[in-house]
């Protein structure tokens, strides 16, 4: 081990022991932005971004326990990103299956599957929810995978949703809007039932949320870190959890 990796060690134990606990996000949300610029950088294929991009993610889920997050939500496929050319999107649909998979044979996470399942191919979405799926009894920490996610979408098939159930109760539309509240709308989200996340991040140094969790981000806190995703690292995750504990949360007050 080297003198860099001695000195890297020993900040990232100081940041950690740093963080109080009760100042812990329990809900992050991650936009894991860059792996294209990432391989560019390298003089590598596309392909290979994504796939370095991929292999982040388990120690991501592992430096979020020893934190004590309890949720972390990752956008791994836009909406917008379904349009690009097949030689791109194929390669990392087949990523993004395996990614899901080895998570859920680990059997140490539980996997959900946020966002328009139905724009993916059928193969594709088929095997993400049934890997999601066999996760549903673990224990562990709160996995959400956003594919195929676009925060517009999640509002509209949200309403979309909710119009459906009010039609099978025998509602009227003109009762609906009558009775109508926030809370009607959050019930219907790719992430009902959870808290909204108290922090994201986007690495990559762009600074936009690009429609991710447009509903829930409301009053989260946002940190923008300039690495790339596949260079991100558990010292810069403790910057961004140690950003969060020294804010001041105002709930738009």
Same mark, same amino acid.
């Given at each position: 081990?080297?003198?860099?990796?001695?000195?890297?060690?020993?900040?990232?134990? $100081?940041?950690?022991?740093?963080?109080?606990?009760?100042?812990?996000?329990?809900?992050?949300?991650?936009?894991?932005d860059?792996?294209?610029?990432?391989?560019?950088?390298?003089?590598?294929?596309?392909?290979?971004?994504?796939?370095?991009?991929?292999?982040?993610?388990?120690?991501?889920?592992?430096?979020?326990?020893?934190a004590?997050?309890?949720?972390?939500?990752?956008?791994?496929?836009?909406?917008?990103?379904?349009? #690009?050319?097949?030689?791109?999107?194929?390669?990392?649909?087949?990523?993004?299956?395996?990614?899901?998979?080895?998570?859920?044979?680990?059997?140490?996470?539980?996997?959900?599957?946020?966002?328009?399942?139905?724009?993916?191919?059928?193969?594709?979405?088929?095997?993400?929810?049934?890997?999601?799926?066999?996760?549903?009894?673990?224990?562990?920490?709160?996995?959400?995978?956003?594919?195929?996610?676009?925060?517009?979408?999640e509002?509209?098939?949200?309403?979309?949703?909710?119009?459906?159930?009010?039609?099978?109760?025998?509602?009227?539309?003109?009762?609906?809007?009558?009775?109508?509240?926030?809370?009607?709308?959050?019930?219907?989200?790719?992430?009902?039932?959870?808290?909204?996340?108290?922090?994201?991040?986007?690495?990559?140094?762009?600074? #936009?949320?690009?429609?991710?969790?447009?509903?829930?981000?409301?009053?989260?806190?946002?940190?923008?870190?300039?690495?790339?995703?596949?260079?991100?690292?558990?010292?810069?995750?403790? #910057?961004?959890?140690?950003?969060?504990?020294?804010?001041?949360? $105002?709930?738009?007050?």
């Amino acid at each position: 081990m080297g003198l860099g990796d001695l000195i890297y060690g020993a900040y990232a134990r $100081r940041l950690a022991a740093g963080l109080p606990p009760e100042r812990v996000p329990r809900h992050v949300g991650v936009m894991l932005d860059g792996n294209r610029r990432w391989a560019r950088e390298k003089g590598a294929g596309t392909a290979a971004g994504h796939q370095a991009g991929a292999d982040n993610i388990v120690p991501f889920l592992e430096w979020s326990e020893e934190a004590g997050v309890e949720i972390v939500t990752l956008w791994l496929l836009s909406t917008d990103n379904l349009r #690009r050319g097949e030689d791109e999107l194929a390669p990392l649909l087949k990523i993004i299956e395996k990614v899901v998979a080895d998570l859920a044979e680990a059997r140490r996470w539980r996997v959900n599957i946020v966002g328009a399942v139905r724009l993916l191919p059928a193969q594709t979405a088929q095997r993400l929810v049934e890997c999601a799926a066999t996760t549903a009894d673990v224990a562990g920490l709160v996995v959400n995978i956003a594919v195929g996610y676009g925060g517009r979408r999640e509002i509209a098939d949200a309403v979309r949703s909710l119009l459906r159930e009010a039609q099978a109760q025998g509602r009227t539309l003109a009762e609906v809007a009558d009775t109508l509240e926030v809370t009607d709308i959050a019930d219907h989200l790719y992430t009902k039932g959870q808290p909204d996340p108290d922090l994201v991040i986007r690495t990559s140094g762009e600074q #936009r949320i690009g429609g991710f969790l447009l509903w829930q981000s409301t009053h989260s806190e946002f940190y923008f870190c300039e690495a790339y995703w596949p260079d991100f690292r558990r010292v810069d995750y403790l #910057r961004a959890l140690r950003s969060f504990a020294d804010r001041e949360r $105002r709930y738009g007050s």
